[in-house]
């Protein structure tokens, strides 16, 4: 299982962007899905995250900016993030909590990153 994610990329401070990310693999379930950043010399930090029944709940920095969404029928997480900052400018991690069809217990799931830079 894997989570592949898509997306990213140089924005002017104000625009909008969105990454996606794909669960991949023999899966039995997903629980909770999210996004985490890293921007260079600090710790990971909580984005946003969304709970298969819909519910959302967001990092302070992005509430009313960002906005998280999931297609629970292809697996999949998107984040779109509007009114982008340079604050903003980081490496975003999709983040998944799944269950494996051959597996006996719930564990989390990293993707590879994705670079978001938003230039002043």
């Known amino acids: 299982v894997q989570l592949q994610a898509s997306g990213g990329g140089l924005v002017q401070a104000g625009g909008s962007l969105s990454v996606s990310c794909a669960a991949v693999?023999?899966?039995?379930?997903?629980?909770?899905m999210g996004w985490y950043r890293q921007a260079p010399g600090k710790q990971r930090e909580l984005v946003a995250t969304?709970?298969?029944?819909?519910?959302?709940h967001y990092g302070d920095s992005v509430k009313d900016r960002f906005t998280i969404s999931r297609d629970n029928a292809r697996n999949t997480v998107a984040l779109l993030m509007d009114k982008l900052k340079p604050e903003d400018t980081a490496v975003y991690y999709c983040?998944?909590?799944?269950?494996?069809?051959?597996?006996?217990?719930?564990?989390?799931?990293w993707g590879q990153g994705t670079q978001v830079t938003v230039s002043s």
């Open positions: 693999g023999r899966l039995m379930a997903i629980n909770t």
């Open positions: 969304i709970a298969h029944d819909g519910g959302t």
């Open positions: 983040n998944a909590n799944l269950r494996r069809i051959d597996g006996s217990f719930w564990e989390n799931i």
